[in-house]
Nanobody, 124 residues
Framework: QLQLVESGGGLVQAGDSLRLSCTAS????????VGWFRQGPRQEREFVAS????????DYADSVQGRFAISRDNAKNTVYLQMNSLKPEDTAVYSC?????????????????WGQGTQVTVSS
């Protein structure tokens, strides 16, 4: 079992940066791929970024490629999402999710464990 807790959200202006953290409890975190997803107002949940269990491979949605960076520190049981050049359309609740194994996915249904989410609001 894994429990995930996100932090780092907030209200920022367009062009600012934020770093989200996803901290896990549970010994299997280092053997789990992790993804970040977001859901804006009246929108479907969408994939943002994912990282393999060792951190050697990453994947990004086109909308955030070049602006966001996902990383992890397994010694701290934490995955980070560095978000730069934020835009109003990045406004959403951001959630992290984990799935045991090496496969990192863009499909939220493939993830077993979820955090409660953290709100990111970008004003223009």
């Amino acid at each position: 079992q894994l429990q995930l807790v996100e932090s780092g959200g907030g209200l920022v202006q367009a062009g600012d940066s934020l770093r989200l953290s996803c901290t896990a409890s549970g010994r299997s975190f280092s053997n789990s791929a992790v993804g970040w997803f977001r859901q804006g107002p009246r929108q479907e949940r969408e994939f943002v970024a994912s990282i393999s269990r060792r951190g050697g491979s990453t994947d990004y949605a086109d909308s955030v490629q070049g602006r966001f960076a996902i990383s992890r520190d397994n010694a701290k049981n934490t995955v980070y999402l560095q978000m730069n050049s934020l835009k109003p359309e990045d406004t959403a609740v951001y959630s992290c999710a984990a799935r045991p194994g090496s496969h990192y996915s863009r499909t939220y249904r493939e993830y077993n464990y979820w955090g409660q989410g953290t709100q990111v609001t970008v004003s223009s």
